[in-house]
């Protein structure tokens, strides 16, 4: 048989685009871009000032080794710089992962409602995704193990989950560590980790640094606010990061998204600035959502996940198209199993206001 174009390798047509959070709106009223998880607070001036001032020297190429980023964080969490890989956000380590310790013939795990970049990664690299129930739409250790099988090479799991907010405690994580054969790769999401406050908790950096098969990965793109410039970094055994500095590019750094990011973790204040902030409107937005009559899910981050009634005529696609014509977008979740739910990030007081008053004129009258 003659082929009249290349054909892409096998699970590459198995995947489904990934389609972020919309931030425009019909009209010329400034939108209330609630979709995406961004800090209502921007970033840290001085990462600002460092991006500008990188501005002078575009014709070098940037640190491949991204020396200053990567000792701005070990000094900032106490970690050792030799085992940190930075990157363009941390999708790209995530895939970085994936392409290193997965291939035809192997499976990788994620929970039912985990984030969608993982099903991505894995197909990318020919491997069989493989979902593991949630409950109470938190991740269930016991399900994960259910599902391992001699082709198990990688579990990917995001603690705090998104979209769900859900976490589950460090106990129950070392308990799924023990459980998974060695040569298995558990790889911790801790993307909203700063916005965390139980005791319970902790982001995965202990489990990195006693175990040679334990992976965190964390972002600027949340509580940093630097989104745009897609700064991610990971925390490896020696020998992960090895492997991944093998494979990413030589530079797969921007200059400038180095500075800033160097910048953004030194300025403590900054960072805590926008946790109090969320600390402050998380429990307030759930609570006007809840006297709305939407059952929201418990949330640790700075977004809530919320749910329409069911056998109601105020459905969230119904919301969500209300609240567009308002100037406010929220995030359609129909992807993550949730045709019926919109998730809100935790915004400014006047984009809060704004949504929740959108969203009470919608369900006047509900059915």
């Known amino acids: 048989m003659v082929t009249t174009a290349p054909i892409a390798r096998p699970g590459i047509l198995d995947i489904e685009a990934y389609v972020p959070g919309e931030s425009k709106t019909l009209g010329s009223v400034e939108p209330a871009k609630l979709s995406s998880n961004e800090t209502p607070l921007g970033p840290s001036p001085a990462a600002i000032a460092a991006f500008q001032s990188s501005a002078a020297s575009l014709e070098r190429y940037p640190d491949g080794q991204a020396t200053a980023l990567r000792r701005a964080i070990a000094a900032r969490y106490g970690l050792d710089a030799g085992r940190i890989v ?23 795990i994620y929970t039912e409602h985990g984030f969608l970049v993982y099903r991505i990664a894995i197909l990318t690299n020919g491997a069989t995704p493989v979902i593991a129930p949630e409950r109470g739409l938190k991740t269930d250790v016991d399900e994960i193990l259910a599902r391992v099988t001699d082709r198990t090479r990688v579990v990917f799991m995001a603690n705090p989950n998104n979209p769900t907010g859900t976490y589950i405690p460090i106990d129950e994580v070392r308990r799924l560590r023990a459980g998974l054969r060695p040569d298995i790769l558990l790889v911790l999401d801790a993307a909203y980790a700063e916005y965390v406050s139980r005791n319970d908790y902790e982001a995965g950096v202990e489990l990195v640094a006693t175990t040679t098969n334990t992976v ?81 899910t418990p949330s640790v981050t700075n977004f809530v996940l919320f749910h329409f009634p069911e056998g109601s005529k105020k459905t969230a696609a119904g919301a969500d198209e209300h609240l567009k014509s308002k100037g406010v977008i929220l995030r359609r979740v129909g992807a993550y199993g949730f045709p019926n739910a919109l998730r809100m990030t935790i915004g400014s007081e006047a984009d809060n206001t704004r949504a929740i008053a959108a969203l009470a004129e919608y369900l006047k009258g509900a059915a």
């Open 86 to 108: 930075c990157g363009s956000g941390s999708d790209e380590l995530l895939g970085l992962l994936a392409r290193a310790y997965l291939g035809p013939g192997d499976e990788a």
């Open 216 to 296: 965190m990965t964390r972002t600027f793109s949340k509580i940093h606010g630097l989104a745009a410039l897609r700064v991610g970094w990971a925390y490896c055994p020696e020998n992960v990061a090895d492997v991944l500095n093998r494979i990413r590019g030589p530079f797969n750094m921007s200059a400038p998204a180095i500075a800033a990011g160097a910048a953004a973790i030194a300025d403590i204040a900054h960072m805590e600035h926008a946790k109090s902030h969320n600390d402050e409107w998380l429990p307030r937005v759930v609570n006007d959502l809840e006297r709305l009559g939407l059952k929201v």
